[in-house]
C-alpha cells in the first residue's frame, strides 16, 4: 500500500513537472509542436489518462 502511495506521488510529481515546462516555452515553440497555450491544460490531461 506504501509503494502505491509513493509511486501515486511520484507520477504526480512528473506529470506537474512536464506541465511546467510545457507551459514555459513561448508560444512559437508550442506551435512548432502542434500546440497552442490554450490546450495545455486539455492535451495534459488527455496524456495523463
Known amino acids: 500500500m506504501l509503494?502505491?502511495?509513493?509511486r501515486a506521488a511520484r507520477l504526480r510529481r512528473q506529470r506537474r513537472r512536464?506541465?511546467?515546462?510545457?507551459?514555459?516555452?513561448?508560444?512559437?515553440?508550442?506551435?512548432?509542436?502542434?500546440?497552442?497555450?490554450y490546450e495545455l491544460v486539455e492535451h495534459c490531461a488527455r496524456l495523463w489518462r
Open 18 to 37: 512536464a506541465y511546467q515546462e510545457l507551459a514555459a516555452l513561448d508560444d512559437r515553440l508550442l506551435e512548432d509542436i502542434g500546440l497552442c497555450r
Open 3 to 6: 509503494a502505491s502511495i509513493i
